[in-house]
Nanobody, 125 residues
């Protein structure tokens, strides 16, 4: 059974850090680009960051540049999103997704084939 499982979310104060993980089972990630998306309450889901299948190329939405880092460990079949200097506006459910797509289209959710169930990130004092 193909499955993506996110973990690492939680409650953190502004300025704090979290590292999200996205572990795949039933298939290997090394052929896929990976995207991280988030959905805040009352808002549409938005793409946050993505990484190519090789890990050689990454993209970040402007609001997280310099604060978030996406990485992948194909040997562990896992992708990470390191989030530093968190702000209240980073609050939301974070999802990972995989697909065979060009990185320039990585914020288009319809390009992805599999999605995780999401992990809640809450940034609040």
């Amino acid at each position: 059974q193909l499955q993506l499982v996110e973990s690492g979310g939680g409650l953190v104060q502004p300025g704090g850090s979290l590292r999200l993980s996205c572990a795949a089972s039933g298939f290997t990630l090394d052929l896929y680009a990976i995207g991280w998306f988030r959905q805040a309450p009352g808002k549409e889901r938005e793409g946050v960051s993505c990484i190519s299948s090789s890990g050689g190329s990454t993209k970040y939405v402007d609001s997280v540049k310099g604060r978030f880092t996406i990485s992948r460990d194909n040997a562990k079949n896992t992708v990470y999103l390191q989030m530093n200097s968190l702000k209240p506006e980073d609050t939301g459910i974070y999802y990972c997704a995989v697909g065979k797509l060009l990185l320039r289209r990585c914020y288009a959710s319809y390009e992805y084939d599999y999605w995780g169930q999401g992990t809640q990130v809450t940034v609040s004092s």
